[in-house]
């Protein structure tokens, strides 16, 4: 199995098509140096499930690592409300649909405050606590110094 990316811009989780067969497009049947012209792109590259596996891994952390930011209590509780969420704990949930492989949008409030970031659906409650803490202390240091 072939996956076709474009290695000269970021990876955004989305491949151009796969090959099944390792030689044509399993949705237009052809060849890497046919997508290269259609596409007019000749960097268009193929790599196996083991690449594609290390791309996936470091974009999903970077998007699990985008900072929190906050939103308003009408949107936080649209979000509660849109689906029952996948995972609810006190003070914070995950929305009932993902964002990208097990990625969710993660929300939660704290000093009548409400805020969203992304994070994995299957952190520790622990973690998310601990995390939801010292991002909460770092933004009121910031705040308290006019950042």
């Not at 891994?57 to 996948?86: A, G, V, W």
């Amino acid at each position: 199995m072939k996956y076709i990316i474009d290695p000269t811009v970021e990876f955004t989780g989305c491949v151009i098509t796969s090959m099944s067969d390792d030689i044509h497009s399993d949705y237009g049947n052809e060849t890497l140096e046919e997508l290269r012209v259609n596409h007019k792109n000749a960097s268009l590259l193929a790599i196996g499930p083991d690449k594609l596996t290390d791309l996936v891994n470091t974009h999903r952390q970077k998007l699990n690592s985008e900072p929190f930011f906050e939103i308003d209590e009408d949107r936080y509780y649209d979000l509660m409300d849109c689906l029952p969420p996948e995972r609810m704990l006190s003070g914070c949930f995950f929305v009932g649909e993902c964002c990208q492989y097990d990625l969710y949008p993660f929300c939660f409030t704290i000093d009548g405050r409400y805020f969203q970031g992304k994070r994995i659906i299957t952190t520790p409650k622990a973690e998310l606590y601990t995390e939801i803490k010292e991002f909460y202390h770092n933004l009121k240091e910031r705040e308290a110094h006019g950042y």
